[in-house]
Nanobody, 126 residues
Framework: QVQLVESGGGLVQAGGSLRLSCAASGRTFSTYGMGWFGQAPGKEREFVAF??????????FYSDSVKGRFTISRDSAKNTVYLQMNSLKPEDTAVYYC?????????????????WGQGTQVTVSS
């Protein structure tokens, strides 16, 4: 079993920055990687970023809406994944969830993930 705890959300003005953290416990990092999703009010949970690692190399993927503004990273010693959010926009307002990817399904879809955190609220004011 895996437990994920997100933190770092809050209220920020447009153009500002936040860094979200996702601390994992219960077992080592998934060999299939971890992702961040955002869910705005009244909308479905959507892919934001994904990170995987293999053979000493790290691979990351981003949605088009955040590419160039957000950066996903990990600290294996702390079992923690981060999402650095820069140049925030009001449309980034959402509850952000981290998740552990499973062995099946697309990295871009929620069904591709087996474990989820409780979420952290990010609100960007204009």
């Amino acid at each position: 079993q895996v437990q994920l705890v997100e933190s770092g959300g809050g209220l920020v003005q447009a153009g500002g920055s936040l860094r979200l953290s996702c601390a994992a416990s219960g077992r080592t990092f998934s060999t299939y990687g971890m992702g961040w999703f955002g869910q705005a009010p009244g909308k479905e949970r959507e892919f934001v970023a994904f990170i995987n690692w293999n053979g000493g190399r790290t691979y990351s993927f981003y949605s088009d809406s955040v590419k160039g503004r957000f950066t996903i990273s990990r600290d294996s010693a702390k079992n923690t994944v981060y999402l650095q959010m820069n140049s925030l926009k009001p449309e980034d307002t959402a509850v952000y969830y981290c998740a552990v990817r499973g062995s099946q399904g697309s990295r871009y879809e929620t069904r591709g993930y087996d474990y989820w955190g409780q979420g952290t609220q990010v609100t960007v004011s204009s």
